[in-house]
């Protein structure tokens, strides 16, 4: 089945640019995204990404998507202690509608 | 705004004892999952419901049970619980497309001891 990983922990320096990795396995992927859950709540929608693209700006969000290398990136700019949280990954390919999640990266912010 | 709203927040149990968590969404969509999160996991998929009128199971089903009870709410039961069923619950929606992804309650944080 789809499977989707991503590295458990990234620490940064506020102000400092954060990037946090994906990657997955199906390539039939049609829409990617990235969640946030801060801690006691649910996921919030960030951000998506189709697949027929390679990059996508929304303020200080980007992401990449190399197709070729299944690889999804997200850089938060200019990342400040309310960015703290869990961000997870998500892979979209139309069957019965679901997402696959990936693990979560805790990404944590120091002074 | 509601969005999707679950019920309870909190709840210990029993190992044995039966419940059933509730959810509810007001923004007409037509899909519904419930998901299960545990420590270095991520989400994984219990049951899903595509449209009213249908469920599937998801990656994790065992030990569980779905209602769609309508198009507004999804329900998940537990008929014997267990200590393994100890995590965090959330329900979604979405309209079924992708583009939408989905829209994610607040969680039931469940212990069962």
């Known amino acids: 089945g789809e499977d989707v990983e991503q590295s458990l922990f990234l620490s940064v320096r506020e102000g400092d640019s954060s990037v946090i990795n994906c990657t997955y396995t199906d390539s039939s992927s049609t829409y990617l995204y990235w969640y946030k859950q801060e801690p006691g709540a649910g996921l919030q929608l960030l951000t998506y990404?189709?697949?027929?693209?390679d990059m996508k700006q929304d303020q200080r969000l980007t992401v990449l998507l190399n197709k070729k290398d299944k690889h999804l990136s997200l850089r938060i700019a200019d990342t400040q202690t309310g960015d703290s949280a869990i961000y997870f990954c998500?892979?979209?390919?139309?069957?019965?509608?679901?997402?696959?999640f990936g693990t979560g990266t805790q990404l944590k912010v120091e002074l | 705004n509601a969005g999707v709203t679950q019920t309870p927040k909190f709840q210990v149990l029993k190992t044995g004892q039966s419940m059933t968590l509730q959810c509810a969404q007001d923004m007409n969509h037509n899909s519904m999952y419930w998901y299960r999160q545990d420590p270095g996991m991520g989400l994984r998929l219990i049951y899903y419901?595509?449209?009213?009128?249908?469920?599937d199971k998801g990656e994790v089903p065992n030990g569980y049970n779905v209602s769609r009870l309508n198009k507004r709410e999804f329900s998940l039961r537990l008929e014997s619980a267990a200590p393994s069923q100890t995590s965090v619950y959330f329900c979604?929606?979405?309209?079924?497309?992708?583009?939408?992804?989905?829209?994610f309650g607040s969680g039931t944080r469940l212990t069962v001891v």
């Open positions: 979604a929606s979405s309209p079924g497309q992708g583009a939408y992804g989905y829209t």
């Open positions: 990404i189709f697949s027929n693209m």
């Open positions: 998500a892979d979209f390919t139309g069957g019965g509608n679901k997402l696959t």
């Open positions: 419901s595509a449209s009213e009128g249908t469920t």
